[in-house]
């Protein structure tokens, strides 16, 4: 079979990253569908350990292209910044292809996050506080904001503009927080767009591609099938597909 899923039985900490670093050298594409920097792996690089949460273990070799698909939710500050450590570290980071459908997690997101688990009290869900949950909900919601619309200026401001009517009316009259102008957001990640414009792709049609060609693929799942939206143990458990048949819908392949 071209095409492998790893993914963990339990809650994500079985030791699948152990698992993903030692056969991820012998596939040509490593593949994250799901999840954001909720997530990841740690692996060994010479005496070091590198804490991995977007970028997949794939990286690591020089044979196997690094995917970020669809079906992940990427912050564009903890992404710029991995590369970087990684860079440092003399592992090239030029093979990364990040799909132009990911969803992007903004500023509002992590607030949001925060707040929202603030106000369960004693019933909380236990989020990292990230973002990850509340720019899935956009993403169900058809409001988010995507990689593709973040390299387009004209059309990241119009969708910043329109989700901040919503957002900052939820951040100042529910939770007293701090609410966000175009600009401030702007500022902040058009630059990482100008760092992260070459490495976007049309990640989908390269891994169909990569089937038809006889390609072998490592779909690497960054959390266990108990924490999956559907299948896991709701309501403690993640905001996205994290079981094996979320790589199919995460990565367009299949």
């Not at 792996?41 to 970020?68: F, Q, R």
């Amino acid at each position: 079979m071209p095409s492998t899923v790893l993914v963990g039985a339990q809650w994500g900490d079985e030791g699948k990253g152990k698992i993903t670093d030692l056969i991820a050298s012998e596939y040509d594409y490593v593949v994250r569908y799901q999840g954001g920097n909720n997530a990841g792996h740690t692996v060994i690089h010479g005496d070091k350990k590198l804490a991995l949460h977007l970028m997949p273990s794939g990286v690591m070799y020089e044979n196997a292209i690094p995917v970020i698909g669809n079906g992940v939710v990427v912050d564009p500050g903890v992404l710029v910044k991995e590369m970087a450590m990684l860079e440092a570290e003399g592992i090239s980071c030029k093979n990364l292809k990040i799909s132009c459908d990911a969803h992007v997690i903004m500023p509002y997101h992590k607030d949001l996050d925060g707040a929202d688990e603030k106000i369960l009290g004693d019933h909380q869900i236990g989020t990292t506080k990230r973002g990850i949950g509340p720019c899935y909900q956009d993403k169900a919601a058809r409001k988010g904001i995507r990689i593709q619309d973040l390299m387009d200026e004209k059309i990241f401001r119009l969708k910043v503009e329109t989700a901040l009517i919503q957002k900052n009316a939820i951040l100042e009259k529910i939770y007293g927080l701090h609410t966000y102008t175009v600009e401030e957001i702007c500022e902040e990640y058009l630059p990482y767009a100008r760092i992260l414009k070459q490495y976007m792709a049309e990640t989908s049609q390269m891994l169909n591609n990569a089937v038809r060609e006889g390609k072998s693929i490592l779909f690497e799942g960054a959390q266990g099938t108990l924490l999956d939206i559907d299948h896991g143990t709701y309501p403690y458990v993640t905001s996205s597909s994290c079981c094996a048949g979320g790589a199919a819908t995460g990565s367009g392949v299949g």
